[in-house]
Every structure is written in structure tokens, then in C-alpha cells.
């Protein structure tokens, strides 16, 4: 049997009237369309990818040093678990106390990882867009700057994967 629970929130004037012509637009209580949009969102992926570029599993080995750190000082060893044109997601060996004391969301890290059959890792820097806090921590990051060919093996992966 569910529990109901009731929540109450202010909303700007600005998003509550969008939320009252959605509601409308698809013949909805308002009060459903917020249901529908927490499941959705708690659930997983939404059915509307708003992704720029889609996402390509990996398991690729990386190490990811937070720009502006004495070279050395922080190097958080991880793998990258997905990759796309615009970024990869890169989970690190550390807890939420670690990671959170080493990077914060909207700083730049510079992330180092290898690419099967190549024989020499690709460099990227990245601003951290999300920090996941699971057992291990999961950066979400997106590319800001490439160093070499960098970019060119990135797209010889991502065309491979796809």
C-alpha cells in the first residue's frame, strides 16, 4: 500500500504559470504534472534526452588532476564510464569527504585516460558539471579544452562505438 505525502513549495510566478500552461497544453492537474516530473526524474533517464550528444559506455582507465593543484598534489586515479562529444562521466576511488575537498562543481579538472589501441592517453581539460555521490564518486564533466590529437582519437572512438 503507498503513502501520500504532501509537499509545499513556492514556485516564481514565471515557472508556475509555465507549469499551469503545460498542465493544460497536455490536459493535466497541475499536481499530476509534478508527480510525473519527480518519477521521472528519481526514476532515470527521462524519455527526452536533452543531451547535446549521445553517451557511449566505457571502461576506460583515467587519472584526473583538479586544475590549479600544485602538479602532483591531487591526482584522483578513476575509470571513465561513459563518453560523448561534449564530456564523460569519470568515477573516482574516493568518498563524498575526499572528493568534495578536492573538487567542487564548477572547477576545472584536467583528465588523462587511455583509448583501446592507441598507444599514448588522451588529455582533456573539463569543468565539473555533477558530482554523484555513490560508494565511489562520479564526476560528471564537460570538455572545455583539448591537448594534441586529443579530440581527433575522441572522434575515432565515439564513431567506432556508434
Known amino acids: 500500500m503507498s503513502r501520500m505525502q504532501t509537499i509545499c513549495f513556492q514556485l516564481p ?62 591526482i584522483l586515479p578513476g575509470t571513465v564510464l561513459d563518453v560523448s562529444a561534449g564530456g564523460v562521466k569519470l568515477q573516482c576511488d574516493y568518498d563524498k569527504d575526499d572528493i568534495d575537498r578536492l573538487v567542487q562543481v564548477g572547477g576545472r579538472v584536467e583528465i588523462i585516460f587511455t583509448v583501446p589501441e592507441k598507444e599514448y592517453p588522451v588529455c582533456f581539460t573539463c569543468e565539473v558539471k555533477h558530482i554523484f555521490h555513490q560508494e565511489n564518486s562520479e564526476l560528471g564533466c ?21
Open 142 to 162: 564537460e570538455f572545455v579544452k583539448s591537448t594534441g590529437d586529443s579530440l581527433e582519437v575522441l572522434k575515432e572512438l565515439l564513431s567506432s562505438a556508434s
Open 13 to 74: 510566478e514565471s515557472l508556475n504559470d509555465a507549469l499551469m500552461a503545460h498542465a493544460m497544453e497536455r490536459k493535466l492537474e497541475a499536481d499530476a504534472l509534478i508527480v510525473e516530473s519527480l518519477e521521472l526524474y528519481l526514476t532515470g533517464p527521462s524519455k527526452n534526452n536533452r543531451r547535446a550528444h549521445d553517451r557511449y559506455d566505457v571502461n576506460l582507465s583515467a587519472v584526473a588532476r583538479p586544475v590549479g593543484d600544485v602538479v602532483g598534489s591531487s
